[in-house]
């Protein structure tokens, strides 16, 4: 269960298909991402593909009648179109076209009646239609997937063939459990099924056969947890992703000041570069100090590099030049990131930031932390950003407090210039009213074995104030692995496939409304101790992505649950 | 004392999964936190008991003496000696078990190994091809257009075969090859469906006889038509003659189209630039020398290990074999990106790429090998490893040679059997001129027994052998025949040591027979 292995196979065959000879290689735009998550592109070149280009660039007719081409697209209509046209007038010797989904008989028809000359060698489906940004991590990148907290048409389509393309690739044929009570995950989980019905064939693996439980794919909501997206992360990859955004494993510091030229767009692939493999789950502490030990050997061999004196030396220093040039690379290129993390954490004075919002992500202290709130969110080294996640997750934490005082807060932060109509947003798209599963460890009494594991919790201590905070996620994958009833929660589409009370070995995890970083973590952890789960959603968030994708799913809405906030709700007394 | 209370003890504790610890009932394994309790629990709980009673007291007593000799008065005593390995044991299996779930902590931790260096192997996911369906949508398409190109083809053969040069003549000839349709009942251009007159006046596809006006018309230039018809340009010398007007054959769309998409189809099968060429010796050039890079870093390896099968001079000589590689690659690549092209066309941008894979290809393969190890370095591994072995053939030979001597009578019945044999391998010692390792055997035996042994023999030709793959730096066959020579070697060494053994028996049988 290794997504990046999984897209890299695929590729790894439709360049083997075509046997040797150059290559050119025909994408879209969602194609060019899904490869470029997987390959560089000296891996491509020494796979004898040396030019990509995009299928509705419409450049010129130039033809190259000794290239062959690989078409890889997913199908949609206007692609269909597009390869029909370039079929009807081909400009290279053979196609052997590729798509990423199923795609419906009648286009394959239509496609094999404009190949008048007689120019395609294969059509085929391989299920490389996700992508792959960790082995255990798949984004569909779609920033947006809601408007009036209901699915975008296209979104749910795309999220559809996005999870089967995962099923396929994996060879997984599974139990479906949705979130209940959220109408969403019951869509998409519906339409998950109906396809996997429909080609029942595709999806008929007999790994199953030997009676163990088959694989579970889990349906969530991001509205059941709101929390995780809005905090502060302090692992290697969640905090790149938090301050300097990661978009296809790219970091874009272009527009940073201070930042050497070459490094202005940064891969971050830990595929590729060993280091950030190593390290992307390491805390900011840890990473610190590793990337200390690494200067330190790099010194070392720069030095040794320098005492050129013989000819036999600088014969040596030829020879090991490639490996050296390809360490000080890597060395400097997280010298740099780090540098800028550290800078941003420092101006935006987010040590003390983090550790309140862990506090009230964790305990329920309701006037101590008003009070530290408020002197935060005045203070002006805080931006004004950060202030309203603050206030944002103080108003999903004491929504039903007696005392909540969200509106003075709010109040503070129109008067700093904020959007303040983000908090009520916020409470209509994951509030009490639609959140399930208890996201703050509000107890009952009744509930004996959760009261006494907060009490342990609570007598334990917290080893790191920074990272107290475990996402719901975590929670309920213990539940799943540990063999608890689901169907209340997650009732299952396809019961007839359900064990009798048998946790499954494979699990696939879907959060509509993307999944994060610390999600991710979460579950590597679990992988680690021996589980095999894949988590996905519709994109990867941080805080700032995630407010957009809330305000634009709110858009429109009627405010029904925030009336106390409702001169905060219009945008334009700004 | 069979029943050993500690092994009781200790199995309930495994059983349970948790290590108790304190005044423990061995029945109720309650917590009795004193002696005194303890006891007094057990007289009045298990009374019955009594047996058992004892057996609590004994791990007292024990636990006392342990504590107090620390093991020593114990050992003699087997049930003791069995009861203080089994707790040793169970002391050890529960550090064991620490041992093992602090390492699952760690890993639960925050684990620093890399997430992308223990994939396991993966199959390759589901596929679905849609090619058969595909092709049985095209193909009788695809049939029937060659069928109707085919045709066409051959008419355009007949009609340039003898084409007159008169205008009058090439109309009746090309009249007499395709039927023209009768144009009289058509009023309309069937293509733009304008009006005929005398302005727009009707003209005949020369392929198929359809109508149409002159703008609908296509003209096939002679040139290409006599090379799709497949005749030669040369025969066709006095048509070059003809005005400009002529020197065209009249056709509809339809069958313009039919023979331009058989060109591009011929074309494309055939297309061999010179890039295409160029390219292709490269790539044969990175595919001849990937063995040779896996092979001298075979060898590096194997120097390092201070092994004999390779030398020094193999590994620079291989070295420079690559090295020659890269640059050729790097000759050809440059000279593709020397072929003209339009700037900013793709071919240019194609040229490039190729160039960039292979100044990869040979920085990331070919440069960034191991260097050549030191010398004298190696020498150092190897002379001390050929010392060890020198000194333990050395010692057997001896051993060998003064048995052989001394039992002379046991010789004879070895050469009788190898004898035979020598016929066999007779045909490679045209080799045996290269004769440089019976020389140490030559010394300590007698120069005739070492040459007529039949091995000795095989072993002379497989240097030769070596010798010869080395010059053609077939390193391959060096490694077999080498690991080849060193098995006949050892060979040798176990008959000379058997025929030891059995000139040592044959005289004592030879007495028993006198």
């Known amino acids: 269960m290794n997504l990046i292995s999984g897209i890299k196979l695929y590729i790894e065959k439709m360049c083997a298909e075509s046997g040797p000879g150059m290559k050119i290689i025909l994408l879209d735009k969602e194609t060019t991402s899904i490869i470029s998550m997987a390959f560089s592109q000296s891996d491509m070149l020494?796979?004898?593909?040396?030019?990509?280009?995009?299928?509705?660039?419409?450049?010129?007719?130039?033809?190259?009648?000794?290239l062959k081409c690989i078409v890889f697209i997913r199908p949609t209509k206007q692609n269909i179109q597009l390869l029909a046209n370039e079929l009807r007038n081909p400009k290279y010797s053979a196609y052997y076209i590729?798509?990423?989904?199923?795609?419906?008989?009648?286009?394959?028809?239509?496609?094999?009646?404009?190949?008048?000359?007689?120019?395609?060698?294969?059509?085929?489906?391989?299920?490389?239609?996700?992508?792959?940004?960790?082995?255990?991590?798949?984004?569909?990148?779609?920033?947006?997937?809601?408007?009036?907290?209901?699915?975008?048409?296209?979104?749910?389509?795309?999220?559809?063939?996005?999870?089967?393309?995962?099923?396929?690739?994996?060879?997984?044929?599974?139990?479906?459990?949705?979130?209940?009570?959220?109408?969403?995950?019951?869509?998409?989980?519906?339409?998950?099924?109906?396809?996997?019905?429909?080609?029942?064939?595709?999806?008929d693996f007999r790994s199953n056969m030997d009676g163990s439980a088959p694989p579970l794919l889990l349906v969530l909501d991001r509205r059941d947890d709101p929390v995780t997206p809005l905090l502060h992360q302090w692992t290697y990859q969640a905090m790149v992703h938090e301050l300097l955004q990661i978009k296809n494993n790219r970091v874009d510091l272009s527009d940073r000041p201070n930042v050497p030229k070459d490094f202005k767009e940064l891969v971050l692939s830990g595929d590729q570069d060993e280091f950030y493999g190593t390290n992307m789950y390491a805390n900011y502490g840890e990473i610190g100090a590793t990337i200390k030990t690494l200067m330190e050997e790099f010194q070392r061999k720069a030095n040794d590099q320098k005492k050129v004196e013989s000819i036999a030396d600088m014969k040596n220093f030829i020879e090991s030049y490639p490996q050296f040039k390809k360490m000080s690379g890597t060395v400097q290129k997280h010298l740099c990131?780090?540098?800028?993390?550290?800078?941003?954490?420092?101006?935006?004075?987010?040590?003390?930031?983090?550790?309140?919002?862990?506090?009230?992500?964790?305990?329920?202290?309701?006037?101590?932390?008003?009070?530290?709130?408020?002197?935060?969110?005045a203070d002006e080294r805080v931006t004004i950003e950060d202030a309203l996640k603050l206030v944002a997750l103080y108003a999903l934490r004491y929504e039903r407090h007696a005392n909540c005082d969200t509106s003075s807060l709010l109040q503070i932060i129109k008067s700093r210039g904020g959007r303040a109509q983000i908090v009520p947003a916020l409470i209509e798209y994951a509030g009490n009213h639609v959140r399930q599963g208890d996201l703050f460890n509000m107890v009952r009494i009744t509930d004996a074995v959760k009261l006494t594991r907060n009490l342990i919790k609570g007598l334990k201590g917290v080893e790191n104030v920074f990272t107290q905070h475990t996402p719901l996620l975590k929670e309920t994958l213990e539940d799943i692995f540990k063999g608890r009833e689901l169907d209340p929660v997650f009732p299952a589409i396809n019961s007839e496939l359900v064990p009798f009370r048998r946790p499954p070995q494979e699990l696939v995890v879907f959060i509509i409304g993307g999944a994060t970083y610390e999600e991710a973590l979460a579950v590597h952890q679990l992988n680690n101790s021996g589980y095999k789960i894949i988590l996905g959603g519709t994109t990867i968030h941080n805080s700032q992505s995630f407010i957009n994708e809330v305000l634009t799913a709110t858009n429109g809405i009627q405010f029904k649950h925030t009336k106390s906030m409702i001169k905060y709700c219009s945008t334009d007394n700004i | 004392m069979s029943s050993n209370p500690f092994d009781s003890d200790e199995d309930?504790?495994?059983?349970?999964?948790?290590?108790?610890?304190?005044?423990?009932?061995?029945?109720?394994?309650?917590?009795?936190?004193?002696?005194?309790?303890?006891?007094?629990?057990?007289?009045?709980?298990?009374?019955?008991?009594?047996?058992?009673?004892?057996?609590?007291?004994?791990?007292?007593?024990?636990?006392?003496?342990?504590?107090?000799?620390?093991?020593?008065?114990?050992?003699?005593?087997?049930?003791?000696?069995?009861?203080?390995?089994?707790?040793?044991?169970?002391?050890?299996?529960?550090?064991?078990?620490?041992?093992?779930?602090?390492?699952?902590?760690?890993?639960n931790a925050r684990s620093r190994f890399n997430v992308f260096n223990y994939m396991s192997k993966q199959q390759v996911g589901a596929?679905?091809?849609?090619?058969?369906?595909?092709?049985?949508?095209?193909?009788?398409?695809?049939?029937?257009?060659?069928?109707?190109?085919?045709?066409?083809?051959?008419?355009?053969?007949?009609?340039?075969?003898?084409?007159?040069?008169?205008?009058?003549?090439?109309k009746q000839h090309e009249q007499q090859t395709v039927a023209w349709l009768d144009g009289t009942s058509v009023k309309l251009c069937p293509s733009c469906a304008k009006s005929f007159h005398i302005a727009r006046r009707q003209h005949h596809c020369r392929l198929c006889g359809g109508i149409m006006c002159n703008d609908?018309?296509?003209?096939?230039?002679?040139?290409?038509?006599?090379?799709?018809?497949?005749?030669?340009?040369?025969?066709?010398?006095?048509?070059?003659?003809?005005?400009?007007?002529?020197?065209?054959?009249?056709?509809?769309?339809?069958?313009?189209?039919?023979?331009?998409?058989?060109?591009?189809?011929?074309?494309?099968?055939?297309?061999?630039?010179?890039?295409?060429?160029?390219?292709?010796?490269?790539?044969?050039?990175?595919?001849?020398?990937?063995?040779?890079?896996?092979?001298?870093?075979?060898?590096?390896?194997?120097?390092?290990?201070?092994?004999?099968?390779?030398?020094?001079?193999?590994a620079s000589a291989l070295r420079g074999k690559i090295g020659q590689v890269a640059e050729?690659?790097?000759?050809?690549?440059?000279?593709?990106?020397?072929?003209?092209?339009?700037?900013?066309?793709?071919?240019?941008?194609?040229?490039?790429?190729?160039?960039?894979?292979?100044?990869?290809?040979?920085?990331?393969?070919?440069?960034?090998?191991?260097?050549?190890?030191?010398?004298?370095?190696?020498?150092?591994?190897?002379?001390?490893?050929?010392?060890?072995?020198?000194?333990?053939?050395?010692?057997?030979?001896?051993?060998?040679?003064?048995?052989?001597?001394?039992?002379?009578?046991?010789?004879?019945?070895?050469?009788?059997?190898?004898?035979?044999?020598?016929?066999?391998?007779?045909?490679?010692?045209?080799?045996?001129?290269?004769?440089?390792?019976?020389a140490p055997q030559a010394s300590t035996s007698t120069s005739k027994s070492s040459l007529d042994d039949p091995l000795i023999e095989q072993i002379n030709i497989i240097k030769g052998y070596i010798k010869q793959a080395r010059q053609d730096m077939n390193f391959e066959v060096v490694e077999t025949l080498e690991l080849n020579l060193r098995e006949l070697q050892r060979e040798v060494y176990e008959r000379q040591r058997k025929s030891q053994n059995s000139a040592a028996a044959s005289p004592e049988v030879e007495q028993q027979q006198s």
């Open chain 1, 46 to 66: 020494q796979r004898e593909v040396y030019l990509f280009e995009r299928l509705d660039s419409g450049r010129s007719n130039e033809r190259l009648k000794y």
């Open chain 1, 98 to 203: 590729y798509f990423s989904n199923i795609i419906p008989r009648t286009d394959i028809k239509y496609l094999a009646e404009c190949d008048e000359s007689e120019s395609v060698r294969e059509v085929k489906e391989l299920y490389a239609d996700y992508l792959c940004v960790n082995p255990n991590l798949f984004s569909l990148n779609m920033p947006n997937c809601m408007s009036n907290l209901n699915w975008l048409p296209d979104a749910l389509t795309r999220s559809m063939q996005g999870i089967t393309a995962v099923l396929l690739s994996l060879k997984l044929n599974p139990v479906i459990r949705y979130r209940a009570g959220s109408q969403a995950a019951q869509l998409l989980a519906k339409m998950i099924y109906e396809q996997i019905t429909k080609d029942s064939t595709l999806f």
């Open chain 1, 337 to 377: 990131i780090i540098g800028e993390l550290s800078g941003l954490s420092n101006k935006r004075n987010l040590f003390e930031l983090s550790e309140l919002e862990q506090e009230i992500a964790c305990k329920a202290e309701h006037s101590a932390q008003l009070q530290r709130i408020k002197k935060l969110i």
């Open chain 2, 12 to 107: 309930q504790g495994t059983a349970s999964g948790e290590i108790l610890e304190g005044f423990l009932c061995p029945i109720c394994r309650a917590d009795l936190k004193s002696i005194d309790v303890l006891t007094d629990h057990f007289a009045r709980q298990h009374a019955e008991e009594e047996d058992t009673l004892k057996s609590v007291f004994n791990i007292f007593v024990k636990a006392k003496k342990k504590i107090l000799n620390n093991f020593e008065d114990e050992r003699g005593g087997a049930a003791a000696g069995s009861s203080s390995s089994s707790t040793a044991a169970g002391g050890a299996s529960s550090s064991a078990n620490g041992n093992g779930a602090d390492q699952r902590v760690l890993s």
């Open chain 2, 127 to 170: 596929e679905c091809s849609h090619f058969e369906y595909f092709q049985s949508v095209r193909n009788p398409r695809l049939e029937r257009y060659a069928s109707e190109t085919n045709k066409l083809i051959i008419r355009l053969h007949r009609l340039l075969k003898d084409l007159p040069t008169d205008s009058v003549q090439r």
């Open chain 2, 216 to 314: 609908c018309s296509k003209f096939l230039a002679l040139e290409n038509a006599l090379q799709l018809a497949s005749l030669s340009t040369s025969r066709s010398e006095p048509m070059q003659h003809m005005h400009q007007g002529d020197s065209a054959i009249r056709l509809c769309e339809h069958c313009l189209w039919l023979l331009d998409t058989r060109q591009d189809m011929h074309e494309s099968r055939t297309c061999r630039p010179l890039l295409v060429q160029v390219y292709e010796q490269i790539r044969q050039l990175q595919k001849d020398v990937t063995p040779d890079l896996d092979m001298y870093l075979k060898i590096i390896n194997s120097l390092h290990e201070g092994e004999t099968i390779f030398t020094i001079t193999d």
């Open chain 2, 328 to 438: 050729a690659m790097d000759m050809r690549s440059k000279r593709i990106l020397a072929i003209y092209c339009e700037p900013g066309s793709r071919e240019e941008s194609l040229k490039k790429a190729i160039r960039l894979s292979c100044i990869q290809a040979i920085k990331e393969r070919m440069l960034s090998l191991p260097p050549l190890p030191n010398e004298a370095h190696i020498q150092q591994i190897q002379e001390r490893k050929r010392m060890e072995t020198e000194q333990r053939i050395l010692t057997e030979q001896r051993m060998a040679m003064e048995a052989y001597e001394r039992y002379g009578l046991g010789a004879t019945t070895i050469q009788s059997g190898g004898g035979l044999e020598s016929g066999t391998f007779a045909q490679g010692s045209d080799l045996q001129s290269i004769n440089n390792w019976s």
